[in-house]
């Protein structure tokens, strides 16, 4: 029975720091996503924000906001 109750309480305290380090991997991947996506936005001409269905306004809403949003 103590074996039973010990071993996922170590496993437990190991978790939380490999989550921490995995949830940061992942935040800098999504803004590495975000920077490279509105790079391309900020290069699209009048006709291909059209054909997206995206207004110059909104265009430039998107590329005011830092990469971390």
Same mark, same amino acid.
């Given at each position: 029975m &103590?074996?039973? /109750?010990? +071993?996922?309480a170590q *496993?437990?305290?190991? /978790?939380?720091? +490999?989550?921490?380090y995995l949830r940061l991997f992942a935040a800098v991947a999504q803004w590495q996503r975000n920077a490279r996506t509105r790079r391309q936005l900020a290069q699209l &001409?009048?006709?291909? *924000?059209?054909?997206v269905g995206i207004s110059p306004s909104e265009r430039y809403q998107e590329l005011e906001k830092p990469f971390w949003r």
């Amino acid at each position: 029975m &103590d074996r039973t /109750l010990t +071993a996922p309480a170590q *496993l437990q305290s190991s /978790l939380p720091r +490999a989550a921490w380090y995995l949830r940061l991997f992942a935040a800098v991947a999504q803004w590495q996503r975000n920077a490279r996506t509105r790079r391309q936005l900020a290069q699209l &001409d009048w006709r291909a *924000l059209a054909d997206v269905g995206i207004s110059p306004s909104e265009r430039y809403q998107e590329l005011e906001k830092p990469f971390w949003r």
